[in-house]
């Protein structure tokens, strides 16, 4: 039924006027816009097919932006980079008015940094939260506390992501401090040597973490939301933990590049994208929360981005990253450098 | 004298264990029910069976096969009469050509694929198969002068001078009597091209057009979401075909060198 | 030794060499220039951002200990790693050319290289599963050794060791194959007759003529794995970081190619430097 609705949607779109259009997508592979049955359906509803490209980076990102004029119609750019991909003009304001689903995307999303000057940047796509997940076999009771990764007893069953950035953020937190403007940068560096010794091993990828944890090396680690949903999906005995000191949040987007000249398509493609039907579907696959209120509202109540994501008091203790400028990230970089050498 | 020989066979053993304890790690893996590699092992085929139906990883292993192929060839070639040449001849220069092969083992290879996407998009060669080639070409060409050369240097200089002193013109010694004798050489150093080319992500990664990935470039991009022993399954049946190919190989071609 | 060239091998050189030289002229040689070009910038060219010359990407070397802390530590690394590929890889070769003859030899050259045509990536992780806790090898060892053992190899130095070991051992083995199978059985044979012992032939006669082979592959072990970032960060947890990781940092987490490229050409100036140190050293002993 509501698949109904949307074939008609797309097809009265297509009717508009574009012909068949390949579009070119550069994200992170498995995150959504690469699913099968959704680009089939996209294809089979508007004759627009969909070729992936795959960066491993933010920076490769850009490099690719930067370095391939015209390859691409659609890219996903993180919040925090979305203003500086405008202001090199690798990206344009996007012509929201095609598009059915706009009108349903969470207000505060849209005075986010995906706005500029009240011109849409990036479409607001989904969010999730950086904090972490446990072992369950190893607790108990759930801990409630950032503190727990420098609990002795957990000495050499502990783990944190290798990004400086997230690294640096997550030891303000542990120090009480505003993660978006760091005051005493010291304490940071304090606390997280304090932390070294307790850790088995850095991840990298959802895939090291998954191995490491089901091989039980983990007791607790720091996670992606949408990445512990998946997890858990896939039975592992983890549960994702937003403690009391709080956790940081992202927002994703979809962006037009400016370079791109099938726009028309890559805009049928973005409304698909935030379609509630669209998003129903991926979160069955293990999604990050939507930024549609329509779509988040049309989850199943047990599902996890409803459950734990959906929770005012969670809500509430969320800081989202603002963007960080070069100079920011190569001093928490050689921070971060420093102790890991030292080890 | 036969403790020796038996102590011998013994560390050959061993140390072909020790190469491939990973290989049977990883083919057993590919029948094991856990997508995260747990153990204890549980007998399963349906990593290949999802493999069956998988043509982006079949594809992406066609394409690196056959790119590594074509690498092996040109970079054999090329490598070998650059090795032949740098032996045979003293001229002003050959220290610092010889050097220069340095660079490209030295420099990770992250920053020299950098450095080649940066100036292939400069000078217009842009993004494709070709440019892929010429990149794998590149990093496979220091190997094999490197190897060959190992080989060369115990090349006694007098065979060819006798043999060109019977008249024989410049390329009928090195074909006769030259080739021959580094022929193991050659073959080492063709098995590295292929094995540069088949496991080289960066370059690939930079240089391939949207879509054309190579198997290397799809195993490293869905590390963010976690591959599946999907990988390990074609990766056995990758290296169960090539050791069929190669077993065959020995039986009929010699190459090992001979006195 | 031929001294200077005749007009017609000057031109026959030149054939041989012009192909190979010029395919990495324009493949490596150039883009690498153009990488040496922005380690004196203080950013990469692209955007808008104002660029100037200046000398602070090498000077950040210097700067703090991180760095050269840190070229050090693979410095030994690739000592060990070099050491361990010899001492396993050379006996190897040696049995390989000296003692298996016929078809077999054939066969055993080709499986020495295999493993190589495997996914480094793939055979890193299948590596962690053979080293971590209760993995392959931990439940290998309960299997046949009474009472509990726990070798807690995975995330030590250790594990990076036995990972590019293992990726970088079939160069040393074959090189010095290369190199013994080339020594003539007879010389071998008359200073068998002449009453010489094996230790002797073997560190005499065999060693020396077989070291341009051995030192090939020494080289083509070394000089890489003084830069290698992936097994590190996989095999070696929190004591995994080392010079090469840092480069990659300074490729992906931050935009500051000019500091990676930087770092890249002090570590290609230091692994240079280490090999002509030591090649004086190195030739004496080969005559």
Request: aromatic share 12%.
């Amino acid at each position: 039924m509501t698949r109904h609705l949307f074939l008609s949607s797309l097809l009265a779109l297509s009717a508009t006027g574009a012909l068949a259009d390949e579009i070119r997508v550069l994200n992170w592979q498995g995150y959504g816009t690469d699913l099968g049955w959704a680009v089939e359906a996209f294809a089979e509803a508007t004759g627009h097919s969909v070729v992936h490209e795959y960066f491993t980076s933010e920076q490769e990102m850009l490099t690719k932006l930067r370095t391939n004029p015209g390859a691409y119609d659609v890219v996903l750019i993180n919040a925090a980079f979305t203003r500086q991909a405008r202001d090199e003009g690798l990206i344009g304001a996007i012509d929201t008015s095609g598009m059915a689903n706009f009108g349903t995307v969470a207000d505060g999303f849209l005075e986010s940094e995906l706005v500029i000057d009240g011109a849409v940047f990036g479409v607001p796509w989904t969010w999730g939260l950086t904090s972490f997940a446990v072992n369950t076999a190893a607790f108990e009771t759930v801990p409630d506390s950032i503190e727990v990764f420098w609990d002795p007893a957990h000495k050499g069953r502990v783990s944190i992501r290798d990004d400086a950035l997230e690294v640096v953020q997550f030891g303000a937190l542990a120090t009480g401090q505003d993660i978006n403007d760091i005051a005493d940068l010291d304490a940071v560096e304090a606390k997280l040597a304090e932390l070294m010794p307790q850790i088995r091993t850095f991840w990298s990828s959802e895939n090291d973490w998954n191995q490491f944890m089901a091989a039980g090396e983990l007791d607790v680690a720091t996670y992606w939301s949408g990445s512990a949903a998946r997890s858990a999906d896939m039975g592992l005995p983890v549960e994702f933990v937003v403690p009391k000191e709080g956790a940081v949040a992202w927002l994703d987007g979809l962006s037009i590049p400016d370079s791109s000249t099938k726009k028309e398509a890559a805009v049928a493609f973005i409304d698909w994208m935030i379609d509630p039907e669209f998003y129903v579907g991926w979160d069955k696959e293990g999604a990050p929360a939507s930024a549609n209120a329509a779509a988040a509202d049309a989850l199943p109540d047990d599902s996890f981005n409803k459950r734990v994501l959906g929770d005012p008091d969670v809500v509430a203790r969320v800081t989202f990253q603002a963007p960080v400028d070069d100079a920011t990230r190569e001093k928490y970089l050689a921070l971060w450098q420093g102790l890991k050498a030292r080890q | 004298m036969n403790a020796l020989r038996i102590a011998g066979l013994i560390w050959l053993g061993l140390v072909l264990v020790f190469l491939y304890a990973p290989i049977l790690v990883m083919a057993a893996m590919s029948f094991n029910a856990s997508p995260f590699y747990q153990l204890p092992f549980d007998f399963s085929t349906r990593w290949y069976e999802d493999l069956a139906s998988n043509t982006a990883i079949r594809t992406a292993a066609t394409r690196s096969v056959l790119i590594a192929l074509a690498v092996t060839v040109i970079a054999t070639a090329l490598g070998t009469s650059a090795a032949l040449a740098l032996f045979r001849y003293d001229f002003p220069g050959k220290r610092i050509l010889q050097v220069l092969l340095f660079p490209p083992i030295a420099i990770p290879w992250l920053i020299t694929g950098t450095a080649m996407l940066i100036f292939f998009f400069a000078i217009g060669v842009g993004r494709g198969t070709p440019a892929v080639l010429i990149g794998h070409v590149a990093l496979a060409l220091p190997y094999v002068i490197v190897v060959v050369n190992a080989r060369l240097v115990s090349f006694d200089r007098t065979l060819e001078e006798a043999a060109r002193a019977l008249g024989a013109n410049p390329w009928t010694v090195t074909r006769r009597v030259t080739l021959p004798w580094i022929a193991p050489g050659v073959v080492a150093g063709a098995l590295f091209a292929f094995a540069v080319s088949f496991d080289q992500f960066v370059v690939s990664y930079f240089l391939a057009k949207p879509g054309d990935s190579t198997l290397p470039v799809l195993i490293y991009t869905s590390i963010r979401k976690g591959f599946t022993p999907e990988i390990n399954a074609v990766s056995t049946l990758i290296i169960v075909g090539s050791m069929a190919l190669m077993l065959v190989v020995a039986r009929f071609f010699s190459f090992g060198g001979h006195r | 030794m031929a001294g200077t060239l005749s007009a017609g091998d000057g031109r026959r050189a030149a054939r041989l060499l012009a192909p190979a030289y010029l395919w990495l002229t324009l493949a490596v040689f150039l883009p690498l220039s153009a990488m040496l070009f922005f380690s004196f910038l203080t950013a990469a060219p692209f955007g808008d951002k104002p660029v100037e010359a200046t000398l602070s990407n090498y000077r950040a070397f210097f700067e703090t200990s991180t760095y050269a802390l840190l070229l050090w530590k693979s410095i030994k690394l690739g000592l060990w790693v070099t050491g361990a590929c010899i001492l396993i890889g050379y006996p190897c070769a040696l049995v390989l050319a000296k003692q298996i003859r016929g078809r077999a030899r054939e066969a055993l050259f080709l499986l020495v290289i295999l493993p190589f045509w495997s996914n480094s990536l793939v055979r890193i992780f299948s590596w962690a599963i053979v080293l971590r806790g209760n993995g392959v090898l931990d439940r290998a060892l309960d299997a046949v050794w009474p009472g509990d053992v726990r070798l807690a190899l995975m995330f030590t130095p250790a594990a990076v060791v036995i990972g590019l070991v293992h990726s970088y051992l079939p160069y040393v083995i074959l090189t010095s194959y290369l190199a013994l199978q080339a020594i003539d059985d007879d010389i071998v044979e008359a200073a068998r007759s002449l009453g010489a012992r094996r230790l002797t032939i073997l560190w005499r006669l065999v060693l020396p003529l077989s070291l341009p082979g051995l030192l090939a592959g020494a080289v083509l072990v070394f000089v890489p794995v003084v830069g290698s970032f992936m097994e590190p960060r996989i095999l070696g947890g929190r004591f995994g970081t080392y010079y090469g990781t840092v480069i990659e940092d300074q490729f992906v987490a931050v935009f500051n190619w000019p500091l990676g490229a930087a770092l890249s050409f002090i570590l290609l100036a230091v692994v240079l430097l280490i090999l002509g140190v030591s090649s004086p050293v190195l030739r004496r002993g080969m005559q």
